[in-house]
């Protein structure tokens, strides 16, 4: 297939372009968290306390399993956007066959492997008794479905990585839609709760990416993808994990951490299960324009490494933490000052609303932080320093978050603000460091400026 263009970062304005790719990540991610979101609204008006714990304990693993794939393909993204930025069009074909190829295998044994383990791992969650089974439903359903969620996944990650943000876009709008009608028909119609909620996630992404593989038939890629590319190849795969897997790695230890977390606080009880259920599905829209810049972050930085522009790399970094700080500012307003009535949009029940506001106050200053730390880490993606990424992710979540929220849970019991404070405190640590390591980079950089000078 070969299509009309690619979308280059290497010349003109930053700022301007930057946001213009970043905006259709954004609401791709906005839709893609709806996805939690809407499950979690629509049991919590239809259902009781043991579904909406459910659900939420149950989208926290399929998270994290999701996120290992993820994390996987940004090496493509990099790759992609490094062959790009210095005008390998060939080998970025290459690149695209050999991750949709390998991806598919993998992808297929994890899914056979969590639908048998669905039980253990409700376990491992501490899922609080009135809530097992239907975790365990809600993990089966999904972890059948897993391929589909993984294909939908990397074909984000593959666009992305060629500067194109409105495919995800369009294919995570037709998800949502899929599922919100599907949520209300199988929950609120016909009363099938969690299965309902799995069932209309799985099939929403399976709609998605037959659609999105038809519109890519139709409309073609920028460059040709031939049926020889269309296998794994050794020397690309292993580069795409090479770049991915130290991302995937850290993510799914971040999302492990908060898999630590959710364990922790279901010791303390169903409503505090429920509450910080609720407090992280509104977390995670809080971190969306973050997390959009993040992903942005990675594709802008890498054409320009791969075209040998450090300092215009080292420019949107700052331009994207200027922008995402000012987001940051309004949405620690609302989460820190009503949170109660951001909680009251999934659930009636005063008990959880109160006790998801103390972990909404305590988060509300991790939005301001993760506006340095989640482009930092865009930006050392870009470079393809995912190492130190890695890195810097397991010390915040296991050697700052986890301990922090176990101190806590013990000392002071079911107050969930500051049980929430260790999400900060780890964010603070990883910054830190990730000043350091660009401190250091940018002296490399203008040291091989001198010496290639001198030269």
């Known amino acids: 297939m070969k299509g009309k263009t690619i979308r280059v970062f290497t010349e003109g304005r930053i700022l301007g372009p930057l946001i213009k790719f970043a905006l259709p990540v954004l609401l791709a991610l906005f839709l893609q968290t709806m996805y939690g979101a809407v499950d979690l609204l629509i049991i919590g008006q239809f259902c009781g306390a043991g579904d909406v714990s459910a659900v939420s304990t149950g989208g926290t693993m399929m998270f ?16 992609l956007g490094q062959n790009i930025g210095s005008g390998r069009a060939e080998e970025a074909g290459k690149v695209i066959g050999s991750t949709i190829t390998s991806f598919a295998g993998l992808g297929l044994a994890v899914s056979i492997i969590a639908l048998a383990a669905s039980p253990a791992l409700a376990a491992l969650l501490q899922a609080p008794a009135e809530a097992f089974d239907g975790t365990v439903t809600y993990l089966r359903i999904c972890s059948g479905g897993l391929l589909f969620i993984i294909a939908f996944n990397v074909l984000g990650s593959v666009f992305r990585g060629i500067g194109n943000s409105v495919m995800p876009l369009i294919s995570v709008a037709i998800s949502t839609v899929v599922n919100i009608f599907g949520d209300l028909i199988l929950i609120a119609v016909f009363g099938m709760g969690v299965a309902g909620a799995a069932i209309a996630t799985v099939f929403a992404q399976l709609i998605s990416v037959i659609l999105s593989v038809l519109i890519i038939r139709k409309q073609g890629l920028p460059f040709t993808v031939s049926r020889q590319y269309l296998k794994p190849q050794k020397k690309l795969v292993r580069k795409v994990f090479q770049l991915g897997l130290p991302i995937a790695f850290q993510d799914v230890l971040v999302s492990t951490s908060f898999l630590f977390i959710m364990g922790i606080v279901n010791t303390l009880g169903l409503i505090a299960s429920a509450s910080v259920g609720v407090a992280q599905r509104l977390s995670n829209f809080i971190m969306l324009v973050p997390s959009a810049y993040m992903q942005s972050m990675s594709a802008f930085v890498a054409q320009n490494v791969g075209a040998g522009k450090y300092d215009r790399a ?34 009636h029940d005063p008990a959880i609303i109160a006790s998801a506001w103390e972990y909404l106050k305590a988060f509300s200053i991790d939005t301001l932080l993760v506006s340095f730390l989640f482009c930092f880490i865009g930006y050392f993606n870009g470079y393809g320093k995912t190492t130190f990424v890695m890195a810097q992710g397991i010390i915040g979540a296991f050697g700052v978050r986890i301990p922090v929220a176990f101190v806590m849970s013990r000392i002071f019991g079911d107050n969930l603000f500051l049980v929430g404070l260790s999400t900060p405190a780890s964010t603070i640590v990883q910054i830190t460091l990730c000043l350091i390591v660009f401190a250091r980079l940018q002296h490399k950089i203008r040291k091989n400026a001198i010496e290639k000078a001198a030269a």
């Open 314 to 347: 080292k420019k949107a970094l700052y331009c994207g933490i200027g922008t995402s700080l000012l987001v940051g500012l309004v949405t620690a307003y609302f989460s820190f000052f009503h949170g109660d009535i951001m909680a009251s949009i999934f659930t």
């Open 64 to 79: 994290t399993l999701t996120s290992i794939f993820t994390g996987l393909s940004m090496g493509a993204t990099i790759l």
